[in-house]
């Protein structure tokens, strides 16, 4: 079953525009990690948050966690064209071995 | 240093047959994970490996899956008696030991059951 949700599911931006994705989650995590998937290849990690960690910064990635709400949330700043890729969250469960389950994804298209 | 190869990146097959999906994971990482997505879908968990411990399969959706991984290298997802559901990428992931680190995946099997 799936743990991570993200909203929305696809997202049309302009080239330099921000981008915000979100992602909720059902039960308590040890960490949750953010993935970014180009069309016809395999996922590459962008960033990973601890569940007693609010907020972090990887360039121009800026990565929340609310573990109070279940949610973290994903924003681009300043698009580019080469953004254009599927997201996923995934999310390091408590009760379980350390395997990432992986939300649905949400499709971001930069447009030049 | 490589990363993670998996083989073949086609496979068409046809209904009722058997298929081997391969995976070499990166040289050193303990941790070797398979996931399947579906076309414009999320991953869906299959099994995970780590070191000489029993797998956890609880991802698995039936008997007709099963995976091995030799040597605590390779690993081999085999699929009996293929059906057009199980049409869809499977991705391979493998990572160092420790919690928290980053998964790196192949590019994926791309598997059409005719």
Redesign the interface.
């Known amino acids: 079953s799936q743990q991570g949700e993200e909203d929305p599911q696809a997202l049309s931006i302009q080239e330099g525009e921000n981008a915000t994705m979100n992602c909720s989650y059902k039960t308590s995590i040890n960490n949750l990690q953010w993935y970014r998937q180009n069309s016809g290849r395999g996922l590459v990690h962008l960033i990973l948050i601890r569940s007693n960690e609010r907020e972090k910064h990887s360039g121009r990635l800026r990565v929340t966690l609310d573990t109070s709400k279940k949610s973290s949330s994903l924003l681009i700043t300043a698009s580019r064209a080469a953004d254009t890729a599927s997201y996923f969250c995934a999310t390091d469960r408590l009760d379980s071995s350390y395997k990432l389950i992986f939300g649905s994804g949400t499709r971001l298209l930069v447009r030049p | 240093g490589a990363g993670?190869s998996q083989s073949p990146s086609n496979k068409v097959t046809e209904k009722g047959k058997d298929v081997e999906l391969r995976c070499d994971p990166i040289s050193g990482h303990t941790?070797l994970?398979w996931?399947r997505q579906s076309l414009g879908?999320?991953?869906e968990?299959l099994i995970?490996f780590?070191g000489n411990s029993a797998p956890?399969k609880s991802?698995l959706p039936s008997d007709r899956f099963s995976a091995e991984r030799t040597g605590g290298s390779v690993s081999t997802l085999t699929i009996q008696r293929t059906q057009q559901e199980d049409s869809a990428v499977y991705?391979c992931?493998s990572s160092s030991r420790d919690?928290?680190s980053?998964?790196?995946?192949?590019?994926?099997t791309r598997l059409t059951v005719t």
């Open positions: 993670v941790a994970y996931y879908q999320g991953l968990f995970y780590q956890d991802g991705l992931a919690r928290g980053p998964l790196h995946f192949g590019n994926g």
